[in-house]
């Protein structure tokens, strides 16, 4: 892949603007009892739309934005986000996520990773260290059962558009 002339889509400039938002996201809303929700944050932009540099072709978009967040979970995330949480993303990033529209996210890669993370936030089960354990944890409770994403379309994503590994290679990289 030429790495110089990537175009990016949802308002995402570059990977490392996606690394470096993912990261401000998860000093605030938290990195997880075992530290990995920066990498299930970026694992899922890689899954579900190549870190951004995908567009998605459907007429109004299966998902909305960097993370596709689809409608319904959107509207769950605002319904059952607590308040303490809402106050903390005011203060930190600006946003009433009360007042916001679906149609919010589609350009803003700060906002859909804020999405993505207040999404995982709402599972009590901790995030799993390993590559692997992260991508049956979105395919469970993110792309959902009756999704159409794998875990191995998350493993060779990740390691496509994130780790710049062969999709054969599939050895989990270290959390922060």
């Known amino acids: 892949m030429n790495q110089e002339n990537l175009t990016y889509h949802y308002g995402l400039t570059s990977k ?3 690394i470096t938002l993912a990261r401000q996201v998860c000093d605030v809303l938290g990195h997880g009892s075992t530290g990995c929700a920066t990498n299930l944050l970026l694992e899922t932009a890689a899954a579900e739309t190549c870190l951004g540099l995908y567009e998605d072709p459907t007429p109004g978009g299966a998902g909305m934005g960097l ?9 769950d ?3 059952r986000t607590p308040m303490r949480l809402v106050k903390t993303i005011h203060m930190h990033f600006g ?8 149609t ?21 089960e901790p995030i799993p260290s390993s590559l692997r ?3 049956e ?8 059962m009756a999704g159409k994403g794998t875990v191995t379309h998350y493993l060779d994503s990740a390691n496509t558009y994130l780790y710049c590994l062969t999709p054969s290679d599939l050895s989990t990289p270290p959390c922060p």
Not at 67 to 75: C, G, K, S, T
Request: glycine share 2%; hydrophobic share 40%; proline share 4%.
């Open 16 to 18: 490392i603007k996606a």
């Open 77 to 79: 995330i605002i319904s």
């Open 104 to 124: 919010d996210l589609a350009n803003d890669p700060l906002l859909s990773f804020i999405f993505c993370r207040l999404h995982y936030r709402l599972r009590p």
């Open 133 to 135: 354990g992260r991508a």
């Open 137 to 144: 944890y979105w395919k469970q409770f993110y792309n959902s």
């Open 67 to 75: 993370n596709q967040h689809d409608l319904i979970a959107f509207q």
């Open 95 to 102: 946003y009433d996520i009360r007042k916001l529209v679906h």
